[in-house]
C-alpha cells in the first residue's frame, strides 16, 4: 500500500510521507558523502523477483532494464555518481568492523574495496567500489557521523566511479539489505549530506565601525541545511565559527569571548537540528590601526569538516577601525 | 440524360490505352513547359503518391531512426555492431574491456565533441550517459557487460 502511494511523487514530499510517524531521529542517517549537487544514479530494488524492479518512488517496472535516478534489476544499494578520490563519510556514528582496500581499479570481485560500519541501532552500512589504500580508518575504530573514511574509486563491478551506499539489518540470523528510504532512517529523503549550511542573517550586514581598542557583539544565523544535529556540548563534530581564508588563521579581531585566535564561538543553542537556524554570537575586538579591513568567517564540524564556504554564503564581516576618540 | 456519364465511363474503362497516352503526353507538355519556366512546383507528384522521399505515414523500420552526427565520437577498438530492429537504437558498438573504459571515455568525448552531458549515471555493470542530441532531443548512450565485453548503445531517451 504504501509503495501505491508513492507513485508519481516527488522526493520532497515523498521524504514527508515516509517519515511521519517514524521512529525519526533527528541525528539519524545522513548521506556518505560531503556534495549535495551528488544525485542517486540507481537505488535499490524493492522486488525480489527477476526482471521486476520496485523504485524508491514505488513504481513497479516489469522488465530489466536499467531506469536511471531510479533502479536496477537486483540492485541491493543506492549508487552515487562520485569521481576518484572524492571523500567519503560515515553515515553514523558507529565502528568499523571491516574493510579491504587491496584492489585495484580492475574488476576484482563484485564490491572491490569497501568499509562496513556496525551502528548503534543494529544497522550496518557498507561503502563499495573504494579506492585502492583509500580507507582512512581500520578496523575496531569508532567514528562519527559525517567523519571522512574513505575515498571513492571504481574498483570491483563497475561501470563508472561511484559509490555503492548499502543498509543492512539483521533478520533471522542473516544481514538482509534494505532500502535506507522505506527503513526510514534518513534525516531526509533520500537523505542530506551531513554539514551544510545557508547564510540568513547578521547583526550588522553593513560595515561594523569599531573605535580602536574596543570591541563590539556580533551575531549571524545560519539555517542547518545538512542532516546532522548542531550541537556545541560535544567534542567532535561540535559546530563552531571559525576564521577562514585561510582557516583557522589568528585573528587580529579576536575578542576576550572567543576560544582561541581562530576560534571565534560555538554555536548559541545546544541543539539544532536539520532546518533549524543557529546563531552564532562573538565579540570583534579591534586593536589594529585605524583603517578598513575585512573578516572571513565559516562553520566548523569539530574534528570532522569545514562547511562549504561557498554554499555557506561566503561570510565575511567589513570592518572599519577608527580612531578612539576617548583617549 | 442519368446514363451518359455512365456511358461516357464504361467508354473510358473499356479502352484505357487512349487515354494513357493522352495522359502521358500532356504529363511530358507539362514537364517540358515547367523546365522552360524554372517552376518545380508543376512536376512534383501529387502528395497522395508513393514517393522516393520518407514521409510520416510509411511505418516505422530501421530506416527511419536517427541518423548518428559525423561528430560523434567513437571508443578507440569499437566494432559496429549489427542494430535490432527497434528503431529507438540510433548506433551500436562493441569494445572487448569491461569496466569503466568505456563509460570514462564517453564522460569525456561526448562534451568535448559538443555534446552536452545531461546526466551520468554509472552502477556495477552498466552506466548510462544522457546528453543532448542535435536536434534538441536527449540521446543516452549505455555501456553494458555482455561476456567478457562491454557493448555501447546510442538510443533515444526512455525513463
Given at each position: 500500500?504504501?509503495?501505491?502511494?508513492?507513485?508519481?511523487?516527488?522526493?520532497?514530499?515523498?521524504?514527508?510521507?515516509?517519515?511521519?510517524?517514524?521512529?525519526?531521529?533527528?541525528?539519524?542517517?545522513?548521506?556518505?558523502?560531503?556534495?549535495?549537487?551528488?544525485?542517486?544514479?540507481?537505488?535499490?530494488?524493492?522486488?525480489?523477483?527477476?526482471?521486476?524492479?520496485?523504485?524508491?518512488?514505488?513504481?513497479?517496472?516489469?522488465d530489466c532494464n536499467l531506469h536511471y535516478g531510479r533502479v536496477y534489476d537486483g540492485h541491493t544499494g543506492a549508487d552515487y555518481p562520485m569521481s576518484l578520490g572524492s571523500p567519503v563519510a560515515a553515515a553514523r556514528d558507529g565502528a568499523v568492523v571491516d574493510l579491504f582496500e587491496g584492489y585495484g581499479t580492475q574488476q576484482f570481485g563484485t564490491y572491490g574495496n569497501y568499509v562496513l560500519v556496525s551502528h548503534a541501532d543494529g544497522r550496518r552500512t557498507l561503502y563499495y567500489h573504494l579506492a585502492q589504500n583509500g580507507a582512512l580508518v581500520?578496523?575496531?575504530?569508532?567514528?562519527?557521523?559525517?567523519?571522512?573514511?574513505?575515498?571513492?574509486?571504481?574498483?570491483?563491478?563497475?561501470?563508472?566511479?561511484?559509490?555503492?551506499?548499502?543498509?543492512?539489518?539483521?533478520?533471522?540470523?542473516?544481514?538482509?539489505?534494505?532500502?535506507?528510504?522505506?527503513?526510514?532512517?534518513?534525516?531526509?529523503?533520500?537523505?542530506?549530506?551531513?554539514?551544510?549550511?545557508?547564510?540568513?542573517?547578521?547583526?550588522?550586514?553593513g560595515t561594523e565601525v569599531i573605535e580602536r581598542y574596543s570591541t563590539v557583539t556580533h551575531w549571524v544565523e545560519f539555517k542547518n541545511t545538512g542532516g546532522r544535529t548542531w550541537r556545541n556540548n560535544t567534542g567532535v563534530g561540535r559546530i563552531l565559527l571559525g576564521t577562514w581564508n585561510p582557516a583557522q588563521h589568528s585573528s587580529p579581531f579576536k575578542a576576550a569571548d572567543w576560544g582561541s585566535t581562530w576560534f571565534a564561538t560555538n554555536v548559541d543553542q545546544s541543539a539544532v537540528g536539520p532546518d533549524g537556524i543557529g546563531r552564532f554570537t562573538f565579540g570583534l575586538h579591534a586593536d589594529v590601526t585605524p583603517g578598513s579591513y575585512d573578516e572571513d568567517f565559516n562553520l566548523l564540524a569539530n574534528s570532522l569538516r569545514w562547511f562549504d564556504y561557498a554554499r555557506l554564503g561566503s561570510f565575511h564581516v567589513p570592518i572599519y577601525v577608527i580612531t578612539n576618540t576617548s583617549q | 440524360m442519368p446514363d451518359r456519364p455512365n456511358v461516357r465511363r464504361a467508354a473510358r474503362l473499356a479502352h484505357p490505352w487512349p487515354a494513357l497516352l493522352l495522359l502521358g503526353a500532356v504529363l511530358l507538355l507539362l514537364g517540358a513547359c515547367s523546365a522552360l519556366v524554372g517552376d518545380p512546383s508543376l512536376t512534383a507528384p501529387p502528395s497522395d503518391l508513393p514517393s522516393a522521399t520518407p514521409s510520416a505515414t510509411v511505418a516505422p523500420s530501421p530506416d527511419t531512426r536517427p541518423g548518428l552526427p559525423g561528430s560523434f565520437p567513437v571508443m578507440p577498438g569499437a566494432v559496429a555492431a549489427e542494430l535490432p530492429a527497434d528503431p529507438t537504437v540510433i548506433a551500436s558498438w562493441t569494445v572487448d574491456r569491461v569496466g569503466s573504459a568505456a563509460y570514462d571515455f564517453y564522460a569525456s568525448a561526448l562534451p568535448r565533441a559538443g555534446f552536452r552531458v545531461a546526466g551520468l549515471y554509472p552502477a556495477e555493470r552498466a552506466a548510462i550517459i544522457r546528453f543532448d542530441a542535435p536536434d534538441g532531443e536527449i540521446w543516452q548512450l549505455l555501456a553494458e557487460q555482455v561476456g567478457d565485453g562491454t557493448r555501447i548503445t546510442v538510443r533515444t531517451d526512455r525513463p
Open positions: 500500500m504504501i509503495a501505491r502511494f508513492f507513485i508519481g511523487l516527488g522526493f520532497a514530499l515523498a521524504a514527508s510521507v515516509a517519515n511521519a510517524g517514524s521512529t525519526f531521529a533527528t541525528d539519524d542517517y545522513t548521506l556518505p558523502f560531503y556534495d549535495p549537487a551528488v544525485s542517486l544514479s540507481y537505488g535499490v530494488d524493492r522486488d525480489p523477483r527477476a526482471c521486476y524492479q520496485l523504485d524508491w518512488t514505488g513504481t513497479l517496472w516489469h581500520s578496523v575496531g575504530q569508532a567514528v562519527h557521523a559525517g567523519q571522512g573514511i574513505a575515498s571513492s574509486g571504481c574498483s570491483g563491478q563497475c561501470y563508472g566511479a561511484h559509490l555503492h551506499f548499502e543498509m543492512r539489518k539483521s533478520t533471522s540470523g542473516s544481514w538482509v539489505p534494505v532500502d535506507p528510504i522505506f527503513e526510514q532512517r534518513y534525516t531526509t529523503n533520500p537523505g542530506r549530506v551531513p554539514f551544510l549550511a545557508a547564510y540568513i542573517r547578521e547583526s550588522n550586514a | -
